[in-house]
């Protein structure tokens, strides 16, 4: 349904919905920030009110927390963590329960009480209008029911009448300009040579499945069949035969997998950013893909054909054409009309939405209930007005006070990490001073974006949900398109400001701090130094030192694709990070191992996040005595929240796809994997060498 555009590079702090695909799943939100912006859009009128009493509570770290029976010193995340996690089950419409998904709960309760208030306005104008109509009419859930699958007839009709080659391409192309690209992902996205300027990149796509090793691995097969079994039964949802049905669902998972097999997975797309830049001139690519004509596809979007765009993963668009050319129009007509209305199942009639969350919500990540209605609209709302909605929940839900103290702690954590980089042994003075010289463009963003998106061409009315959605989705893609060819705007955002996360841009060399994670148990701006500096500060770390990890360490100061490293320090940098690989390698989720290569940025991060944290609370509380709360010392107070923030248990499915496809490691080897290379944690607990959350010697990783 969503025209998805290559957001490729945005390095996060935790996991978002792309990590199952299609997102259908639980996705960390977050709360906001009370806006001083000005708004390019008609601004909100109406003067909302926030219950707090109604919102879930806060996952603030307690002493009681801890397990006194366990060894800070053998498995931290477990001395902190194990009790809440024993005591608390993960929600039946969740696939993972702890601190991101509880200040989630948080902000999609703030957002519940929004939305009810904004569908009552009488006349609405401006996002009060947007926000109001997909409500109500995503609410109406008799209305939904009786129109059943009418609204995507005219869809499947066209699909229908497709009878060879040049006709499937260039219905690929104009339902691409409606924004339902099902087959690859296009939109704008920063040149990596020239980072101020917006270029068109074209990625791969086209699968139900989060990676391509569901389609290539033994280990899978089981999601596979479960999924050939769920690809048969939309069919038959759409009005095909069962025996019919069946028999289209094997030829739709065969020619997946024949796509999985030209693509790239996870692991090598996290690991190697490269290979999302491919630049090509429009001939170029049509000679690549003679079945399939670039030029004629930038002409049906409505754009000018550039002088060079992006081809992302070349070997998966080349498959495309042959397909095109080599197999039958009937499979290319099942395919089609499968994705058609698996995409729109969310919003249509409720055995359409209860088929989706069966196999993705249910088979795929063991969630065990469906999201209750409004969750589900919200969610929608999120996907397709979520920064028009984003007005409207700043207002309620952030402080100038917390923005203030945020900005305090970007300033202490930017001069600790300075300092860090000044005195590293292992890289040379050349490497450095080109390290200094990025470290000195960063550009920090907290809470909202200081100028808001222009939602004034957007026309949604109270008679179709699935008419909102389809209007935001063209509405949105062409907002894409408008960018290519012009220079990148600076002021926009990659995340609402209710979604509880933090990213690096590195072709901004931005750091970005949503409202909705500046909350406990990442930040108080009451609370005292030590959790501030373990949580927010660590984050804040976190993602600095992305800038220097080992994709976004391949970007220059201004943005730019390019090397800076010295031969011998690259060398260095590659064998420090080769132990870090190994050390998450040694983690296991029962049988199956943490991917080491997969997550190392993420860890690289994580260390270095830490470990900058900790150098800017020695520096802040230097002098001042230190309090001893409950007992416990600053530093350890400090490192029990770091633990706090990755307490985090998933159902067993979601577990496995979050192995195979997500970059961050789980979250219990993350309470633990970093502080384990610090010796200040071991210096704080007291740990004798030997014990497990001491690693020394070749053990031990410092990088940053």
């Given amino acids: 349904m969503i025209a998805r555009t290559p957001k490729m590079v945005l390095l996060t702090l935790a996991v978002s919905a792309a990590l199952v695909g299609c997102g259908k799943t639980d996705t960390p939100a977050t709360d906001s920030a009370a806006s001083t912006a000005t708004p390019t859009a008609a601004p909100a009128a109406t003067d909302f009110k926030l219950d707090e009493a109604k919102l879930p509570a806060y996952n603030a770290f307690h002493p009681s927390d801890l397990d006194k029976n366990l060894d800070a010193c053998t498995a931290f995340g477990d001395y902190v963590n194990s009790k809440w996690l024993a005591a608390n089950e993960i929600p039946g419409d969740r696939t993972s329960w702890g601190a991101f998904t509880i200040l989630d709960e948080r902000s999609v309760a703030v957002q519940h ?14 996002i009060e209008k947007i926000v109001g109509d997909f409500w109500a009419t995503g609410m109406d859930e008799a209305k939904i029911n009786a129109q059943g699958i009418e609204p995507i007839k005219a869809d ?34 920063a040149d990596f040579k020239n980072s101020s300027q917006n270029i068109a990149y074209a990625s791969q796509g086209g699968l139900g499945l989060p ?3 569901y389609y290539t691995d033994a280990k899978n097969a089981d999601k596979l069949k479960a999924y050939q079994a769920h690809v048969a039964k939309v069919l038959e949802l759409s009005g095909v035969a069962a025996a019919d049905a069946a028999k289209q669902a094997e030829e739709v998972v065969k020619f997946e997998t024949r796509l999985a097999k030209a693509s790239k997975s996870s692991e090598q797309l996290s690991r190697d950013v490269s290979l999302y830049y491919n630049p090509v ?34 070997t998966f668009h080349q498959e495309v054409s042959k397909a095109l050319g080599d197999t039958d129009p009937s499979v290319w007509r099942s395919y089609l009309r499968f994705h058609t209305v698996d995409a729109a ?5 409720d055995a359409f939405a209860d088929e989706s969350y069966n196999f993705y919500g249910k088979t795929l990540n ?25 007005q409207l929940y700043v207002k309620v839900a952030f402080s100038p006070e917390s923005k203030a103290k945020m900005e305090e702690l970007v300033k202490n954590l930017a001069a600790s990490l300075k300092e860090r980089i000044q005195g590293l042994t292992w890289m040379s003075d050349e490497t450095k001073a080109k390290a200094i010289a990025k470290w000195e463009t960063f550009t920090p963003k907290i809470g909202y974006p200081d100028k808001w998106r222009d939602w004034s061409g957007l026309s949604t009315q109270r008679d179709s949900y699935f008419g909102n959605v389809r209007a935001a989705n063209e509405f949105n893609y062409k907002f894409a398109l408008s960018k290519i060819g012009k220079p990148v705007d600076k002021t926009e955002w990659g995340m609402t400001p209710q979604t509880v996360n933090a990213y690096y841009n590195p072709l901004q060399n931005e750091i970005v701090f949503p409202a909705a994670i500046l909350q406990p148990p990442f930040f108080d701006p009451k609370a005292d130094d030590a959790l501030n500096y373990g949580g927010i500060g660590a984050v804040i770390g976190h993602e ?6 080992d994709q976004g ?38 049988d199956q191992a943490v991917n080491g290569k997969l997550t190392l940025g993420e860890n690289i991060a994580d260390l270095g996040g830490l470990a900058t944290a900790y150098d800017a609370l020695q520096k802040a509380s230097a002098g001042k005595e230190d309090p001893k709360v409950d007992g416990f010392s600053r530093d350890q107070r400090f490192f029990f929240n770091w633990a706090t923030v990755w307490r985090t248990k998933y159902t067993p499915e979601n577990a496995k796809v979050r192995l195979a496809t997500d970059p961050h490691a789980p979250a219990q080897f993350r309470a633990m994997g970093a502080p384990s290379n610090l010796p200040a944690f071991a210096a704080a607990f007291e740990c004798k060498p030997g014990k497990p959350m001491v690693r020394a010697g070749d053990q031990q990783v410092v990088i940053w």
């Fill in 113 to 126: 009480q929004l939305a009810e208030q904004v569908a009552a306005v009488k006349n609405p104008t401006g």
């Fill in 366 to 390: 063991g969630q065990k209930e469906q999201k209750p209605r409004w969750k589900r609209v919200l969610g929608t709302i999120e996907n397709d007005a979520g920064e028009a909605f984003g």
């Fill in 345 to 349: 199942s969310p919003y249509l009639a």
């Fill in 156 to 189: 499947l009709a066209a699909i229908d009448g497709l009878q060879d080659k040049d006709a499937i391409a260039n219905y690929l192309r104009s339902s691409a300009a409606k924004g339902q690209n099902v087959l690859f992902g296009f939109g704008p996205e």
């Fill in 553 to 590: 360490s391949r970007f220059g100061p201004t943005g730019n694709f390019e090397n800076w490293w010295t031969d011998a320090d690259t060398k260095n940098f590659s064998g420090l990070t080769g132990k870090l690989v190994n050390q998450f390698d040694g983690y296991k989720v029962g």
């Fill in 544 to 549: 600095m030192t992305h800038g220097y990890d």
């Fill in 211 to 213: 990676d391509t090793t």
């Fill in 281 to 314: 001139s429009v001939a170029d690519a049509d000679k690549l893909t003679p079945n399939f004509s670039w030029t004629e596809f930038f002409k049906a979007q409505g754009i000018a054909a550039p002088e060079k765009f992006s081809l992302a993963i070349p």
